[in-house]
């Protein structure tokens, strides 16, 4: 079954870092998009940072440029953000995708989330 699995999430004050980690179990990121998508109380899911699936391309939302980093280790099949200088307006459910073309169908996997707080 495959599966992602995030974590690294928790309470931090504001300008501190944090790193995410998703692991994916039951397949590999080949051919694969990966990003990190977040939720806030009360506002929809927004796409964070991306990793393009043919050119490992990288997009970065204009709110987090400059603070965010997205990485990844294919072969521990593992996706990483790393946050710094985080604000309160960061605060959020992070989760990680993974999600490719199958022919016309839309193959998309989703980790549970990871909740980030950011006190002022």
């Known amino acids: 079954e495959a599966q992602l699995v995030e974590s690294g999430g928790g309470l931090v004050q504001a300008g501190e870092s944090l790193r995410l980690s998703c692991v994916a179990s039951?397949?590999?990121?080949?051919?694969?998009?990966i990003g990190w998508f977040r939720q806030a109380p009360g506002k929809g899911r927004e796409g964070v940072s991306v990793i393009g699936s043919e050119d490992d391309s990288t997009y970065y939302a204009n709110s987090v440029k400059g603070r965010f980093t997205i990485s990844s280790d294919n072969a521990k099949k593992t996706l990483y953000l790393q946050m710094n200088n985080l604000r309160p307006e960061d605060t959020a459910v992070y989760y990680c995708a993974a999600w490719k073309l199958v022919g016309e169908r839309e193959e998309r996997y989703w980790g549970q989330g990871t909740q980030v707080t950011v006190s002022s």
């Open positions: 039951g397949f590999t990121f080949d051919g694969y998009a």
